[in-house]
């Protein structure tokens, strides 16, 4: 057993108010609009919380730890899954970032994040890892078969060339980035697994079909 900290007890009294007052009545309205609708006015209000940075590491600017995190979005998803799915994707994607280590990278994104949800104007990322015949469960290729994975990236130069399709991406029709899980090696063998970061408005991406879901 465990207590929140008073920090985390106000964190979770304001999340619940502004879920309330501002979730809850836009719920069943974005459940049932057609597919990849978006309420930018709640992700705008979303940076007064800090929600967009939330899952960037302290020691880049991130405002929350993993257990703030998982209270506010918890107080979201009780009047709106979708929304709070949303805000969890990014997160994923920071997180996923945030595990490669590179340093430099994780400042040149990071920081336009932070400095972008001051100004309100959120700054999103998108995990992409299913494809057709391969899963999220790839993430842990103890337990799956990386060798089912075709989306390809082949080095030219000092940049990699993607090439493939991903079938679900939570939050990719409006990501400014994503993290795209491909495969170096040929054979495909688990040691190519590899993620790379690519900005959405880099040629050759697009988004070719929103999916309908059940709910989120």
């Known amino acids: ?7 985390q007890q106000d964190l979770q009294l304001s999340m619940r108010r502004f879920s309330r007052r501002e979730v809850r009545w836009k719920a ?31 020691g880049h600017g991130g405002t929350m ?21 949303l805000l969890s994707s990014n997160g994923l ?17 990071f920081d336009a994040v932070i400095q972008c949800e001051a100004q309100r104007e959120p700054v999103l990322g998108a995990l992409a890892v299913t494809e057709r015949h391969v899963g999220s469960d790839l993430i842990n290729p103890s337990v799956s078969d990386p060798a089912r994975m075709m989306v390809m990236a082949k080095r030219r ?9 991903k079938a ?36 050759g991406f697009h988004v070719s079909a929103m999916l309908p879901t059940m709910g989120l």
């Not at 994607?93 to 994104?109: C, F, K, V, W």
């Not at 040691?191 to 880099?202: A, M, S």
Request: contains cysteine; charged residues 20%.
């Open 1 to 7: 057993m465990f207590e929140l900290t008073e920090e």
């Open 28 to 58: 069943r309205k974005l459940d049932s609009a057609p597919p990849g609708t978006v309420d930018w006015e709640l992700l705008r209000q979303s940076c007064d919380f800090g929600l967009i940075s939330g899952q960037i590491p302290l």
């Open 65 to 85: 730890d993993p257990m703030s995190t998982a209270i506010a979005l918890e107080e979201i998803a009780h009047w709106d899954g979708g929304f709070a799915t």
């Open 93 to 109: 994607a920071q997180q996923a970032l945030a595990q490669s280590g590179r340093q430099d990278l994780m400042a040149q994104i």
């Open 157 to 165: 130069g000092d940049t990699y060339v993607l090439s493939g399709r």
């Open 168 to 203: 679900y991406c939570a939050g990719g029709n409006i990501a400014n980035w994503l993290c795209v899980f491909a495969t170096v090696d040929d054979n495909r063998h688990p040691d190519g697994l590899t993620g790379f970061w690519v900005p959405t408005d880099v040629k």
